[in-house]
C-alpha cells in the first residue's frame, strides 16, 4: 500500500502545477521598452467598457466573460484629454482599445473597476490596441517618467 500523505502531497502538487499552466498571464515590461514601442500615448479618461462577441456583436450580459477559448473581446472607450506622443497626425477625442483577449475578464466587473478611471495609455497600430497585454495602462503620477522616456 503506497504512503498516503506521499498521494495526497502528489495530488496537492499536480494540482497546483494545473492551474498555473492554466492560468494566463505574461511576463512584465520594463516601461522604458513599452514608451519606444507606442505609437500613440494618451493622458485619457476610460469613459465605457463594452464587450464584442467573435462576430462584432455587442454583448450586454454583465456575467459575459472573456479568455481562452472564447471569441469575446473587450474593449474600452476612452475619452482622450491629452496627446503626449504620436506617431501619426491624430485628432480623435474618443478612441476604442481592444483589450487583450486571453484575460479572464467579466463585463460587469470591468465595467464597475474601470469607468470613470483615468491614466496615461500606451497605444500601437491603426486600432489602438495596447503596447503590451500589461501595463499599457499607467497612472498618472508616472507623466514625468513616461515624458522623460519620450524626450520631452
Known amino acids: 500500500m503506497k504512503n498516503p500523505v506521499a498521494l495526497w502531497s502528489t495530488g496537492v502538487l499536480l494540482a497546483c ?10 511576463r512584465p515590461k520594463p ?7 507606442a505609437d500613440l500615448v494618451v493622458v485619457a479618461t476610460i ?13 450586454t450580459d454583465r456575467r459575459a466573460r472573456t479568455g481562452p477559448g472564447s471569441d469575446n473581446r473587450m474593449r474600452l472607450t476612452l475619452h482622450v484629454q491629452e496627446v503626449l506622443f504620436a506617431r501619426t497626425e491624430t485628432n480623435a477625442s474618443s478612441l476604442q482599445v481592444p483589450l487583450w483577449s486571453m484575460w479572464h475578464y467579466e463585463l460587469g466587473t470591468m465595467q464597475d473597476d474601470l469607468t470613470g478611471s483615468e491614466g496615461i495609455f500606451l497605444l500601437k497600430g491603426d486600432a489602438h490596441e495596447p503596447v ?9 503620477q508616472e507623466r514625468p517618467e513616461i515624458e522623460a522616456l519620450l524626450g520631452r
Open 132 to 140: 503590451y497585454p500589461a501595463g499599457f495602462h499607467r497612472a498618472t
Open 47 to 59: 469613459k465605457a467598457v463594452s464587450m464584442v462577441d467573435g462576430k462584432g456583436r455587442p454583448i
Open 31 to 37: 516601461l522604458d521598452e513599452m514608451v519606444r514601442e
Open 17 to 26: 502545477m494545473a492551474l498555473t499552466v492554466a492560468a494566463t498571464s505574461v
